[in-house]
């Protein structure tokens, strides 16, 4: 076991390696990139015994994924924002055929407007689609994510592929120190896969019935995909232990920091709640009983256990990097759902839209949350959600509409 | 500068301390301005992203500071070191700033070709030396382990910059003070405003022009200049009009290549693929004395 900085593309590459992958195919993205560099120059120097293949789009590349998987092989892919939607036809196919295999999500914003910096609207465009998602927001945990990425979709109880997602820039090309398990250690935890039933085989040919005409079967295939994605949530848990018997480090499928006498939590995903954690610590120092809770897991959605973490709290600020045109913070509406019905003991929720195409949120921006949160939680009633922005932001974009209407006059567009 | 932000990073994590080190840049790379930077302690670090109040600014390259755009004053404070890599003194760059906080230069090595390759190590050692915290034996070893896969001749050359501006800077080590992070009881309140609806005639994000990316002067970014030498060029098949990311060298009608220098950002591509070796690179700030200014 050996601690060298890492940036979180480079975790996921290490993931890759130590999990033994056997088949990488691959199509270049900002901000993935490295991710995939770096396991060529892996293979070439003969450091990794894995054959990657170059597809010419996603699309082409998750189909592999998904072919490679049904033949028992173990399948590592990446990719990010853009790239994630042009496959996404064959992201909810692939998860239908209920062979297991990994793909990193590199969060990126998406177009329109165009950008390279990181929310998770990407990586949400895929939650109905049969994949798990494990979020993670450390560099150490996209590595050991990985690990435990394989054993999950590999369960019997499950077999269902699984995204691991890490955001653009904060993790991607941010170096931290990681501990890199030891190999013999980590093919004891993750042992080659077992397929069983699932055999393709070269010069076998054979076709698999995936077309069912008629509604009662096709309930039949969907219905048996969501009681496998629940089933993950147990599975989950025993994998959780042994990694932390392994390997010393403890993940949950959520994350809770200093909730058991907190008044108010955050809740959030992703890399940004490490900044969460940071102003729970300085609001402690002032005296506010704050705490933050992180899904790591979103599908499945780990509806009692955040029941049990909130139950009782007076306030819940939930803070999503993501927006539902027309209905505002996912995860506001899933933590919603999971705390319907707790009566008395229901803690209010507030609503923050913040970190959208990478947009950092200050920790003054933190603690005025928890006072917002704190005095709707007194008053009873939770104010309308607030997006996570400020009279410089908009004086800013008044400059560039200013340049634009020059722009427009200039071209007769506009009087 | 990712390089240099690596070198330090590198050399604070094997002092013992807690790391993040990262660069930031847009869609365009090579000879686009760039920044990078790190954070250290001795605990975890929960914070990320670009550090809002920085205890250290290195400019590596001192032509970005006039540029609003490369946004290289933002966050300092009246505490905050800053360390240019400049000719001039630093009692210049305090006027010329009017900062009140520290400023000090490490006598430029942008002069010629051979040296600005190692701005960055040469960067990264004056920094390390200014914390205070990292030893001189920590810088060596980290600028083994960071530049090791290059060859043992840029390790022996980077290491010998990074030293010097290491014992140039050690009269002033531990100048850089660790800044105190935002308290949480009377703490500036963000300015939350509510954001209008607007009609999208305004807020579509559409601005119509035509041929914008003339607008944009790249040629601003340059710190080598490519010059083409026309008693070898051969008129090839314009390998270097084709290779260039920019589009910025031309052809002319009796077939010569012209480079447009107001748009050429000098990423040297068009050196390193000239067939006959027929263009030079030459240092901006050189050419441009030489001609009396930037273009
Ligand atoms: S002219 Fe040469 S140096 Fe300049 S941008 Fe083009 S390829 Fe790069
Ligand atoms: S690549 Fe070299 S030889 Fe060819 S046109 Fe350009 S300068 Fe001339």
Partial sequence: ??????????????????????????????????????????????????????????????????????????????????????????????????????????SRGLASPLTLEPDHNDVLATRDSGFLQ??????????????????????????????????????????????????????????????????????????????VLGGSPYSYFRYESHLAALNALEAHEEIAEEFARTFGRTYGALDTYRTEDAEIVFVMMGSFATKAREAVDRLRQAGRPVGCVRPRLLRPFPEEGLRRALAGKRGVAVIDQNISMGKGGVLYGELASALYGLGQAAPVLVSFI?????????????????????????????????????????????KLQAIAHVERQGLGEES | MKTASRIL?????????????????????????????????????????????????????????????????????????????????????????????????????????????????????????????????????????????????????????????????AGHAGCVQEGTEVSASGYRHPEWIDLPFEDARVAAPAIHG????????????????????YSRCNRCWWVCSSFCPDSAIGVNAEGRPQIDYEHCKGCMICVAQCPPHAIEAIAERAAAAAEGGRP
């Fill in chain 1, 1 to 106: 076991m050996t601690r060298i900085l890492l940036t979180g593309n480079r975790a996921a590459a290490w993931g890759a390696r130590l999990a033994r992958a056997d088949y990488l195919p691959a199509f270049p993205i900002t901000p993935q990139t490295e991710i995939i560099e770096t396991i060529g120059s892996w293979i070439d120097s003969g450091e990794m015994d894995c054959r990657m293949a170059t597809l010419e789009s996603e699309h082409s590349m998750i189909t592999a994924a998904g072919a490679a998987a049904a033949t028992g092989a173990r399948v590592f892919t990446a990719t990010s924002s853009q790239g994630l939607l042009y496959g996404m036809e064959m992201i909810y196919t692939v998860a239908g055929w209920r062979a297991p295999f990994v793909l990193v999500n590199v």
């Fill in chain 1, 134 to 211: 494990i979020h993670c927001a450390t560099c150490q945990e996209v590595l050991d994510s990985i690990l435990m990425a394989y054993r999950l979709g590999e369960d019997a109880r499950v077999r269902l592929p699984v995204i691991v997602n890490l955001d653009g820039f904060y993790l991607s090309f941010t170096r931290e120190p990681v501990e890199t398990p030891d190999p013999a250690a980590v093919d004891g935890f993750l042992p080659p896969y077992d397929p069983e039933n699932v055999r393709f085989r070269a010069s076998a040919p054979l076709s698999q019935a995936v077309v």
């Fill in chain 1, 354 to 398: 913040g970190g959208l195409g990478g947009r950092d949120i200050s920790a003054e921006e933190f603690y005025e949350m928890a006072a917002v949160t704190r005095s709707a939680a007194e008053q009873g009633t939770a104010p309308p959600p607030r997006l996570l922005y400020t009279l410089d932001e908009l004086r800013e974009v008044r």
């Fill in chain 2, 9 to 169: 990073g590198t050399a604070l994590f094997l002092d013992g301390f807690e790391v993040q080190d990262a660069p930031r840049y847009g869609a365009e790379r090579r000879g686009a301005p760039l920044f990078a930077y790190v954070r250290a302690s001795r605990q975890p670090i929960n914070e990320r992203g670009v550090i809002r109040r920085p205890d250290l600014v290195i400019v590596a390259d001192d032509t970005l500071v006039p540029m609003p755009a490369a946004g290289v004053m933002a966050g300092l404070g009246d505490f905050t070191v800053l360390l240019v890599n400049s000719q001039e003194a630093p009692s210049v760059w305090k006027d010329r700033l009017n900062l009140k906080g520290p400023v000090l230069t490490l006598p430029a090595t942008a002069e010629d070709r051979q040296e600005l390759r190692f701005a960055g190590a040469a960067c990264a050692g004056a920094a390390a030396a200014l914390l205070g915290v990292v030893s001189r034996g920590a810088t060596e070893r980290a600028i083994r382990e960071e530049l090791g896969p290059l060859g043992a001749e840029v390790v022996a050359a980077n290491l010998e910059r990074a030293l010097a501006a290491f014992d140039l800077m």
């Fill in chain 2, 210 to 229: 035509a041929a914008t990316s003339v607008e944009v002067k790249t040629g601003l970014w340059r710190t080598m200049r490519p010059v083409i030498d």
